[in-house]
């Protein structure tokens, strides 16, 4: 290696398998009892706990190690009430045309409507967008990689760290999103990516009864022997 390679020894320490496979069980215990929400309390969060799951989604692997994501945290009343009321016109005319009988009926177990409440109640929405590129020191564009699968893999990391923290969040997706940016002011390199209302469930929350699919269906398998 060479010696302005800018490179740093990692050594993280190594863990028995019995002691890797009691924790990675724990976390796939934890997380399995993750489900999306869509009754939200309006309890207070902290801004420090969305502080903490952005940054645990800043840890987030990405192309190029570009970053290329921009979360607006909203708890401004007044905001979420303008994403509220362009959300759901959205979602109005999807449900009443845009959006195709198999989606609606693919849907129907979900018992969604175009009608979103939650987003003015909820004590935060966190917007994440995707930058499609980004600025050099000298305002010239800068190349992003990877964009949408940077992107993905730091939202899955943020929803694992709301979870953890005891909080619930949806991936909500109205379409299109255009409106966000208009709201939140932010700049053509970025696109919203996905919505999170984020806080705590209601005591009276419903979620629909979903079971997730087994390993033999989401994996397949070519294993070698094993020398002992
Ligand atoms: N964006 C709409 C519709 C919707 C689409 C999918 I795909 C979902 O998994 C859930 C909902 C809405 O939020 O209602």
């Known amino acids: 290696m060479s010696e302005s390679s800018g490179f740093i020894p990692y050594s993280p320490p190594r863990i028995s398998h019995v002691d890797g496979l009691t924790a990675g069980r724990a976390l796939y215990d934890r997380l399995d009892r993750r489900r999306s929400v869509r009754y939200f309390s309006e309890d207070p969060v902290p801004r420090e706990m969305i502080e903490i799951a952005i940054r645990t989604a800043s840890t987030a692997p990405s192309g190029a190690h570009m970053q290329p994501w921009t979360f607006a945290a909203i708890s401004d009343a007044s905001i979420k009430r303008q994403i509220r009321e362009a959300a759901e016109e959205e979602e109005r ?22 009608q979103k409440p939650y987003l003015e109640t909820v004590p ?48 909500h997706t ?32 419903v979620v629909p009864d979903l079971s997730r699919k087994p390993l033999d269906q989401v994996s397949v398998w070519f294993e070698g022997t094993v020398e002992k």
């Open 124 to 171: 935060w929405i966190v917007v994440l967008f995707a930058q499609t590129f980004g600025h050099h020191p000298d305002g010239s564009k800068k190349k992003h990689y990877y964009v949408k699968e940077s992107v993905g893999i730091a939202a899955g990391m943020f929803i694992a760290s709301l979870h953890e923290m005891g909080l619930a969040t949806l991936t």
């Open 174 to 205: 109205p379409s299109p999103m255009g409106f966000l940016s208009d709201i939140l002011g932010r700049p053509a390199n970025e696109r919203p990516y996905i919505l999170f209302p984020v806080g705590y469930p209601t005591p009276e929350c």
């Open 93 to 114: 005319v999807s449900y009443e045309g845009r959006m195709s009988e198999e989606w609606r009926e693919a849907l129907a177990p979900l018992g969604t409507d175009w």
